[in-house]
């Protein structure tokens, strides 16, 4: 009886929806089809890419068993909503919470929940829900077969959507002209000083996987202790990475820009991202070790790690028996700019190298 009656409201829906513009309502749908909700075609193009993960792990995207759960098939997934008495409808407001969009995006979940333990919560956390940036086009499609987030013309979210400098009108006008806009001007993101951190999940191992056909382990290491800089669209903005292990050990990493929603009111200082021992170590060309592993755990270090890839060393384990375990890879691990990232050039490091100090 209730799917009944189910099959019934949705066809009323549907029925509303349509009526005043069928042709309108037939292209929302095919719209709805391109959107990367609808896809996940973003995961999907970077995995398969010649230098994705499939290169080590010998698994195409189309057979992953932990991607279950991604692929949004309607309008169901966010708008669906049953009242107390069991009947169901179509809800504008349920798909603008952001508890709707957590359900599935589990890395900002894990993000608000590792910085409410911490009492560093980002500055628009329950102040803001997800909708009142990512726009309706974003989120159903505008009927284009987008490849990543990233690509440009997808996102509309912006800071400055909201945050206007002076003069350029709207209701916020909270930029100021401080020092730090002055010099950096148009060549850093927003997010190279307000992000706080790098949300990154780390060392998912994926030989156990052609073992035993299992989920691919992972050592449990959520870390949010750095802040990763990628350059992408020739500004420096923050980033996270993924390391992975393939079958016969075969490291593996992958750099890509990424908003780890853990927003600072107040940016970061000069002597946060300039003259610091990364900066000067990538700087003179030597390697650098954001992590290293001590008594079972990661331990990364805090502060700016500035994107120099070949110069980043990574530590890589490996189960044995029941315990974690670092080894050294038999090769260099493959590295991959995913996302459209890129490194910082020797000048960017050069100039993070040296001391600034400059008065707000």
């Known amino acids: 009886m209730r799917a009944v009656i189910v099959c019934l ?28 909700h609808y896809t996940t075609r973003g995961m999907a ?90 726009t309706a086009r974003e989120v159903h499609g505008d009927g284009t077969c987008y490849e990543s987030m990233r690509q440009p013309g997808c996102l509309e979210a912006s800071c400055t959507n909201c945050h206007k400098k002076e003069g350029e009108g709207g209701d916020y006008t909270d930029v100021p002209t401080t020092m730090s806009h002055r ?12 992000v706080s951190n790098t949300m990154t999940c780390y060392n998912c191992h994926f030989g156990v996987f052609k073992e035993t056909g299992k989920k691919p382990l992972s050592f449990t290491a959520k870390a949010k202790d750095f802040l990763l800089l990628v350059k992408y669209q020739g500004k420096i903005m923050s980033g996270t990475l993924q390391t992975l292990v393939g079958f016969d050990n075969y490291p593996f990493v992958t750099y890509v820009p990424y908003f780890t929603h853990s927003v600072m009111a107040e940016g970061r200082k000069c002597e946060q991202c300039h003259g610091t021992e990364a900066a000067k170590t990538l700087a003179a060309g030597k390697k650098y070790a954001p992590v290293e592993f001590k008594d079972g755990k990661l331990v990364f270090k805090p502060g700016v790690v500035p994107l120099a890839p070949k110069q980043l060393d990574w530590v890589y384990l490996e189960k044995k028996g029941d315990k974690w375990q670092p080894f050294e890879p038999a090769q260099e691990p493959m590295v991959q700019l995913g996302v459209y990232s890129e490194p910082l050039s020797a000048k960017d490091l050069e100039q993070m190298s040296k001391k600034q100090t400059y008065k707000q």
């Open 183 to 194: 010099i950096h001007k148009e060549k850093l993101d927003c997010t190279a000083c307000h």
């Open 45 to 134: 193009h970077w995995y398969d890419a010649k230098d994705g993960f499939s290169a080590v792990t010998g698994v195409p995207y189309a057979k992953l068993g932990c991607k279950k759960g991604c692929h949004v098939t309607s309008c169901e997934d966010c708008h669906l909503i049953e009242d107390e008495c069991g009947c169901l409808s179509y809800s504008v407001d349920k798909a603008r919470e952001s508890a709707t969009c957590l359900k599935c995006h589990a890395r900002e979940k894990a993000t608000i929940g590792m910085d409410k333990a911490r009492g560093t919560e980002g500055v628009h956390c329950g102040v803001l829900e997800c909708a009142d940036c990512h």
């Open 9 to 36: 409201l949705l066809a009323g829906a549907c029925f509303l929806l349509a009526a005043p513009a069928g042709a309108a309502e037939k292209d929302r749908k095919e719209c709805f089809k391109t959107s990367l």
